[in-house]
């Protein structure tokens, strides 16, 4: 079924940088009307130009998603404006690479959770009466490849994403009868300034050798998630093997992880092209 987007509202949280900013563009490319929320006004100014430059609407709403009364603002600014919510993308977040013994740990998991998990239940709670009174509506939450299966050195925001993909389970078969649709998008490793203040040395394992994805390819999958009504999306496909590989054995799972920290092998399974996250952000400005 072929969806049109024309005159769609879409509200994305986190919309001032990286996957947020590449999901307007590509929702506004589509004909819809943008609702852009995340705590920088400037960043949010950019996009918002960006948008109009692409001939379509956009309302910038400075918004802290851990804050419940930001959030409520939020929507009611984007109802004012637009009179409906017709898609929520939920993908305002933090990431926080350390090891679980590291003094920081426990406080990377609140920081990550309050983030990228309260948040994303601030902004679902008060998005779903406005879905609910319209019989209507999808909602797309950002998980990530390490919401399926963690690394080493990245338990805090694997935490954090596995949480992510229980709530999206739970409230998608709770919303079904509304005429609302759940998607979970998985991306692996992607070219934003997400992990931009980690060192090359400290991330990761697997990380190292890896090429990221671009912040298009994640916001291409995100505007086809929702077109195709998909539950899941992991990105790239072949991340699979390795979901698969856990959902077998923890050994296969770790063997995997393992593997992908030789080059050579990462070459193999087309998760490197020779360029790692470092060398790639490099050339973005900061
Ligand atoms: N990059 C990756 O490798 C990767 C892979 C898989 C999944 N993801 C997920 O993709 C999502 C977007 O991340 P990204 O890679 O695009 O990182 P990013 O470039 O750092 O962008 C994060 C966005 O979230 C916003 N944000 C953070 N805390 C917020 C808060 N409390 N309230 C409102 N907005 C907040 C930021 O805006 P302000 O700072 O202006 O508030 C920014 O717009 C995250 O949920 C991340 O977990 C990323």
Redesign the pocket.
């Given at each position: 079924m072929r969806v049109s987007f024309v005159n769609r509202v879409v509200l994305i949280?986190?919309?001032?940088?990286?996957?947020?900013?590449?999901v307007a563009l590509a929702f506004a490319r589509q004909g819809a009307l943008l609702v852009l929320?995340?705590?920088?006004a400037e960043?949010?100014a950019e996009v918002e130009g960006e948008v109009r430059a692409l001939g379509s609407e956009a309302l910038s709403v400075?918004?802290?998603?851990?804050?419940p009364e930001?959030v409520l603002a939020l929507v009611d600014a984007a109802v004012s404006r637009f009179g409906r919510i017709d898609v929520l993308v939920?993908?305002?977040?933090?990431?926080k690479v350390g090891c679980v013994e590291s003094a920081a740990f426990e406080d990377n998991v609140r920081q990550?959770m309050?983030?990228?998990l309260f948040?994303m239940i601030n902004v679902t709670q008060r998005v779903l009466p406005v879905l609910r009174r319209q019989g209507s509506g999808a909602i797309v939450n950002?998980?990530?490849?390490?919401?399926r299966k963690a690394f080493a050195r990245f338990g805090s925001?694997a935490i954090?994403?596995h949480g992510?993909s229980a709530f999206s389970d739970s409230l998608r078969q709770e919303v079904a009868d509304g005429g609302i649709r759940v998607s979970v998008?998985?991306?692996?490793?992607?070219?934003?300034?997400?992990?931009?203040e980690a060192k090359e040395a400290e991330m990761p394992p697997p990380f190292r050798h890896m090429t990221?994805?671009s912040?298009d390819d994640?916001a291409r999958a995100v505007v086809a998630a929702v077109r195709q009504g998909k539950r899941r999306v992991v990105?790239p496909g072949r991340a699979n093997m390795l979901l698969l590989g856990e959902a077998l054995s923890p050994r296969i799972g770790d063997l995997i992880a393992s593997a992908l920290t030789k080059r050579r092998i990462a070459r193999l399974l087309r998760m490197s092209s020779g360029k790692t996250?470092h060398e790639t952000i490099a050339g973005y400005p900061g």
């Open positions: 949280t986190g919309a001032s940088r990286g996957i947020g900013r590449a929320a995340a705590r920088s960043g949010l400075p918004t802290d998603v851990t804050s930001a939920n993908n305002a977040g933090i990431g990550t309050r983030a990228s948040g950002m998980s990530s490849v390490m919401g925001y954090v994403m992510v998008v998985y991306p692996a490793l992607t070219a934003t300034d997400l992990l931009r990221p994805l912040a994640v990105l996250y």
